[in-house]
T-cell receptor, first 113, second 115 residues
Framework: NAGVTQTPKFQVLKTGQSMTLQCAQD?????MSWYRQDPGMGLRLIHY???????DQGEVPNGYNVSRSTTEDFPLRLLSAAPSQTSVYFC????????????FGEGSWLTVV | AQSVTQPDIHITVSEGASLELRCNYS??????LFWYVQSPGQGLQLLLK??????LVQGIKGFEAEFKRSQSSFNLRKPSVHWSDAAEYFC?????????????FGTGTQLKVEL
């Protein structure tokens, strides 16, 4: 079972570069989201999606774009990377009705120099 | 808006000792509550969750948590800690009305186990 798959696992970017963190799930989950994890801050919600074609902002959306063209994929784009975006990024998904378990990917470690 | 407080940043216990990690939440309705564990360089693993019903919830690896509405708490417990339990533990509250994965996490408690 693949579950939630994130790529790449590690990435180093230069300031100003762009990149996309990929997230795919094979569980036909409606809801997907992106979190970032920083020391002493816990995990914070960046963007989320309640279904294909529908996205919304979370707690810390600035500097990130998302799209949801299919149920399976929810990529996170950094258009112009900044050192403040150095973090660990987690993608998550869950089924459509409330109360179900949220499944996390294994994380993507991003360093912006 | 919901919030989660984990007042202990670091906790050290001896192997075999009991453990309690504190979690307090703020949420206007009945919360969905979770505990996750994260080992260094790893992702998040769900230990247990509370949605409704019995307020004492059993999880994996011998962990349990008790939901106390009057105290707005969801403390994690384990009667006898093993060295492999050393990790970071996150409490989270879920707001699923309107959809999405609106989990709000605490800042985590780092558990160290002394042999």
């Amino acid at each position: 079972n693949a579950g939630v798959t994130q790529t790449p696992k590690f990435q180093v970017l230069k300031t100003g570069q762009s990149m996309t963190l990929q997230c795919a799930q094979d569980m036909n989950h409606e809801y997907m989201s992106w979190y970032r994890q920083d020391p002493g801050m816990g995990l914070r919600l960046i963007h989320y999606s309640v279904g294909a074609g529908i996205t919304d902002q979370g707690e810390v959306p600035n500097g990130y774009n998302v799209s949801r063209s299919t149920t399976e994929d929810f990529p996170l784009r950094l258009l112009s990377a900044a050192p403040s975006q150095t973090s660990v990024y987690f993608c998550a998904s869950r089924p459509g009705h409330s109360g179900n378990t949220i499944y996390f990917g294994e994380g993507s470690w991003l360093t912006v120099v | 808006a919901q919030s989660v407080t984990q007042p202990d940043i670091h906790i050290t216990v001896s192997e075999g000792a009991s453990l309690e990690l504190r979690c307090n939440y703020s949420y206007g309705a009945t919360p969905y509550l979770f505990w996750y564990v994260q080992s260094p360089g790893q992702g998040l693993q769900l230990l247990l969750k509370y949605f409704s019903g019995d307020t004492l919830v059993q999880g994996i690896k011998g962990f349990e948590a008790e939901f106390k509405r009057s105290q707005s708490s969801f403390n994690l417990r384990k009667p006898s800690v093993h060295w492999s339990d050393a990790a970071e533990y996150f409490c989270a509250v879920g707001a699923f009305t309107g959809g999405g994965n609106k989990l709000t996490f605490g800042t985590g408690t780092q558990l160290k186990v002394e042999l």
